[in-house]
């Protein structure tokens, strides 16, 4: 049976949506426009915040990626549900 | 961008006297800054991040807010 | 390959419990502008295109397999706890003696997807017309999804989808723009 996820993990997972979202549309933008520099340096900074923002979520909410992209908790977490669609 | 460019436009269509239905009046259609833009300039301003997310675009230059046009009629 | 994140792009919620707008969404879904048929034919042009423009074709065509997330998402909420009941008030009934409340890539009307909705001429600049015209035909099916829905909620959700629509075009734009330069020489900004 699945537990029902706290307010906190909503929050976290929109803090990552956020900064995703900038990815996104810096990815797509540096695609058209591979030499603006000012965009790559904001790319490399909002990658790095990714990355902290991702590891908190793992470390109280179980893997975000599989297939060796996220550590596994014991037992092995990866299929703990609730999935994104179900939230 | 041209800032004097509209997000919409409209149309009236031919009503016949033969038309069954009451004339709809305007018929709208978008017409979003992506048509308007060109190749995208450099440094363009930002939306913070949640904001962007909750727009769709990291760019205001780009944002076009969408409503049922004919509602109003109602 | 693809490595899958377990989290949508964007915070789907939905409001109220109307299957009828189901019927409407799945239009997003299996229909020959929806994300699906978006996501492959973008995919599939990349074997046949300039390298200069193979990325943009990647990430906008990965994208669109998280709006097709992001549509069955509202789907699943909208007809998870309906009875066979609501679904027949809903107009769903026809779906539901296939299919009961599984997803099924179709359009609005019933019809099954087909490999046909996916151009690939092979040609750079046809192809990326192509691209063009399917993003704005994807921002109107929104928009027009938009007119019929009242749930404020999923409103919000079909307008970020919209509003990547647009972004998604200016961007195919732009990889017409490349592909028009003579070699080495910069597009002027």
């Known amino acids: 049976m699945q537990q029902t996820l706290p307010e906190e993990f909503y929050q976290w997972m929109e803090e990552l949506q956020a900064v995703d979202f900038v990815l996104v549309e810096l990815t797509l933008y540096l695609d058209t426009h591979p030499q603006d520099q000012t965009a790559i340096q904001q790319f490399n900074q909002f990658a790095q915040q990714r990355k902290h923002i991702k590891k908190a979520i793992e470390s109280k909410y179980g893997p975000l990626q599989q297939y060796g992209n996220s550590y596994s908790g014991m037992p092995w977490n990866w299929s703990d549900g609730p999935w994104p669609w179900q939230l | 961008m041209n800032s004097k460019n509209t997000n919409q436009k409209s149309y009236v269509p031919y009503h016949s006297p033969y038309d069954p239905c009451p004339p709809i009046g305007k018929k709208f259609y978008s017409t979003p800054p992506n048509l308007y833009m060109g190749f995208q300039p450099y440094n363009l301003p930002q939306y913070s991040p949640k904001e962007a997310l909750m727009k769709g675009t990291l760019w205001p230059a780009f944002y076009d807010y969408y409503e049922n046009p004919y509602e109003k009629r109602r | ?189």
């Open chain 3, 1 to 189: 390959m693809w490595v899958y994140e377990k989290k949508l792009q964007y915070p789907v919620k939905v409001t109220s419990c109307n299957p009828t707008l189901a019927k409407y969404l799945i239009e997003q879904y299996g229909g020959s502008d929806g994300e699906l048929a978006a996501a492959l034919r973008y995919l599939n042009q990349r074997y046949t295109i300039p390298d200069k423009v193979i990325g943009l074709l990647t990430d906008i065509g990965t994208e669109e397999f998280a709006h097709l997330e992001m549509i069955a998402t509202m789907i699943y909420k909208l007809t998870k706890d309906a009875t066979p009941e609501q679904l027949k008030e809903a107009g769903i009934a026809d779906h539901y003696v296939n299919h009961d409340s599984a997803l099924f890539y179709h359009n609005a009307a019933g019809v099954p997807f087909t490999a046909s909705y996916i151009a690939a001429k092979g040609d750079p600049i046809a192809d990326l017309y192509e691209d063009i015209a399917a993003e704005e035909k994807a921002r109107a099916t929104y928009q027009w999804i938009i007119n019929m829905s009242d749930d404020p909620d999923l409103n919000d959700s079909l307008r970020f989808l919209r509003e990547r629509e647009i972004i998604h075009s200016q961007r195919f734009r732009e990889a017409v723009e490349i592909l028009k330069e003579e070699r080495d020489r910069k597009i002027f900004f």
